[in-house]
C-alpha cells in the first residue's frame, strides 16, 4: 500500500486506515496486530470551508498525520487550474488560494504513506 496516492473530497476527510480497506484476511490476534500497524499511518483532517480574502477565494483544512504519512491540499479553480500546497507530516491549518478573480470550487486532500 505505500507510494499508494489516495484522494479524498473535502465534505468526508475524517480518514483513516483500517483493516477491511486494506483488504486482509487474517485470524483475530493478527488482526488486532495489523489494525495496530494500520493506525501508525493516516490523515485526519477537520471538515473544509471556503471563503475569501479580498479578491481571491480560498479552500481551508486542518490535518493531523501519523507515522509516515504525506498530505497536500487541492482546490479546484473556476479558470480550470488546480492549485496544490505542501508535503506535510503533521498537523497544521492550511489555506489555498484560487488566482484573483476567480472561484474555488472544489477542495480535497491527498495522501501518500
Do not use: E, H
Not at 473535502?10 to 500497524?37: H, N
Not at 490535518?63 to 504525506?70: E, F, M, R, V
Not at 492549485?83 to 478573480?101: A, D, K, M, Q
Amino acid at each position: 500500500m505505500n507510494n499508494r496516492i489516495r484522494n479524498r473530497i473535502a465534505g468526508s476527510l475524517a480518514v483513516a486506515a483500517t483493516v477491511a480497506a486494506l483488504g486482509l484476511a487474517a485470524a483475530p490476534a493478527a488482526q488486532a496486530q495489523t489494525a495496530a500497524q494500520a493506525s501508525l499511518q493516516s490523515v485526519n483532517c477537520s471538515t473544509g470551508t471556503f471563503g475569501t480574502s479580498g479578491n481571491q477565494q480560498y479552500f481551508n483544512i486542518s490535518c493531523s498525520a501519523t507515522g509516515t504519512t504525506k498530505w497536500w491540499v487541492n482546490v479546484s479553480c473556476s479558470d480550470g487550474s488546480t492549485r496544490t500546497v505542501g508535503l506535510y507530516t503533521t498537523f497544521l491549518n492550511v489555506r489555498v488560494f484560487c488566482p484573483p478573480n476567480t472561484n474555488a470550487l472544489r477542495g480535497w486532500v491527498s495522501y501518500t504513506n
